[in-house]
């Protein structure tokens, strides 16, 4: 019987080992030159790939003339062509919810961190400054008033967490039943824009498409009170990078925390890096040793069921390919 092989655009963690390691049918390689021409040389021989954040391109795609599937280790998918995949009638699927109890946490660390002063207070104890603490007072998460954007997987294990907190939660996501979004204890917001002026904190927690690239710019900024903290651990892009240093440089909002930017791995000239009211992490808010096994596995179990035949239509996003 002729071994099903699977190209892995990522190391081979034991998520990915728990589930091909158990199969006498499956081989797999790891690859770690990522460029387009090479694997242009090798996408034929693959029956699936395993994806990275390395482009997938069309070029790619067209060349897979065995591949049965794509499958993402994460959530995102930006840098893959999802219409030549679907063109090719080729599933792209996702790891569902392996790391959205993850990415909500980092996102309520953002705004622990930001009310608490942990940034400040960290580097000012360490000097003996303990008048720091009323300089620059800390404040309570509860009855501040958050706007989360999007409420997919993640958004709505955030919503959670920020009503645990005894936060006043608002919510905007135009794809979803507006009565799910109430039952989890939140408020839907339709125009979310004009909601701007109350809100303390904005959190950004949907894809990153044409519709929500640059959705928060110099005007939206601007609408938020200078009092206000932007959070983003979505995807980079989506809050306009240069009008948020702009913001932040004027003091137009009081900070921001953010995991992605919108070039990776960001460079130590970028400008927010010089800002003294921002915390940032190198786009890890879905990456925990927790996340990284779940993610790994359900990587590899989407490729193996869809060898089976029993791929799960909800972690595919191109799903009118399944016919």
């Known amino acids: 019987?002729?071994?099903?092989?699977?190209?892995?655009?990522?190391?081979?963690?034991?998520?990915?080992?728990?589930?091909?390691?158990?199969?006498?049918?499956?081989?797999?390689?790891?690859?770690?030159?990522?460029?387009?021409?090479?694997?242009l040389q090798h996408i034929a021989n693959y029956d699936a790939v395993i994806?990275?954040?390395?482009?997938?391109?069309?070029?790619?795609?067209?060349?897979?003339?065995?591949?049965?599937?794509?499958s993402r280790h994460g959530v995102g998918y930006d840098s893959v062509d999802v219409a030549a995949l679907t063109e090719a009638g080729i599933p792209l699927s996702v790891t569902g919810t392996a790391n959205s109890v993850t990415v909500a946490e980092h996102a309520l660390y953002f705004m622990l961190s930001l009310a608490k002063r942990g940034r400040i207070f960290d580097r000012e104890t360490r000097k003996g400054n303990w008048t720091v603490r009323m300089e620059t007072p800390a404040f309570d998460l509860a009855g501040r008033t958050v706007l989360i954007l999007g409420f997919g997987r993640i958004g709505r294990r955030l919503v959670?967490?920020?009503?645990?907190?005894?936060?006043?939660?608002?919510?905007?996501?135009?794809?979803?039943?507006?009565?799910?979004?109430?039952?989890?204890?939140?408020?839907?917001?339709?125009?979310?824009?004009?909601?701007?002026?109350?809100?303390?904190?904005?959190?950004?927690?949907?894809?990153?498409?044409?519709?929500?690239?640059?959705?928060?710019?110099?005007?939206?900024?601007?609408?938020?009170?200078?009092?206000?903290?932007?959070?983003?651990?979505?995807?980079?892009?989506?809050?306009?990078?240069?009008?948020?240093?702009?913001?932040?440089?004027?003091?137009?909002?009081?900070?921001?925390?953010?995991?992605?930017?919108?070039?990776?791995?960001?460079?130590?000239?970028?400008?927010?890096?010089?800002?003294?009211?921002?915390?940032?992490s190198p786009h890890s808010a879905g990456v925990t040793l927790e996340s990284m096994f779940r993610m790994g596995h359900w990587a590899a179990r989407n490729v193996a069921d869809c060898f089976d035949g029993t791929l799960t239509p909800d972690n595919v996003i191109n799903r009118e390919v399944l016919g």
Request: glycine share 6%; hydrophobic share 50%; net charge negative.
């Open 160 to 280: 959670k967490r920020c009503v645990a907190m005894d936060m006043k939660v608002l919510v905007h996501d135009p794809y979803v039943i507006q009565d799910t979004i109430a039952t989890a204890g939140a408020s839907p917001v339709t125009d979310w824009r004009a909601a701007l002026a109350d809100v303390d904190f904005l959190s950004v927690n949907c894809p990153k498409t044409a519709e929500t690239d640059g959705m928060v710019g110099e005007a939206e900024l601007a609408a938020l009170p200078d009092t206000a903290f932007v959070i983003n651990t979505a995807r980079g892009g989506i809050i306009d990078e240069a009008a948020l240093v702009a913001a932040l440089q004027a003091k137009v909002i009081a900070g921001a925390g953010i995991d992605p930017f919108v070039v990776e791995p960001a460079t130590a000239d970028n400008p927010l890096f010089a800002l003294d009211n921002i915390d940032v």
């Open 51 to 70: 994806l990275g954040v390395a482009p997938f391109t069309a070029r790619i795609i067209a060349q897979a003339e065995n591949l049965q599937i794509a």
């Open 1 to 39: 019987m002729s071994k099903k092989r699977v190209m892995i655009q990522m190391p081979v963690t034991d998520g990915i080992k728990s589930v091909f390691d158990a199969r006498d049918d499956i081989t797999y390689d790891r690859f770690t030159e990522l460029g387009e021409d090479n694997i």
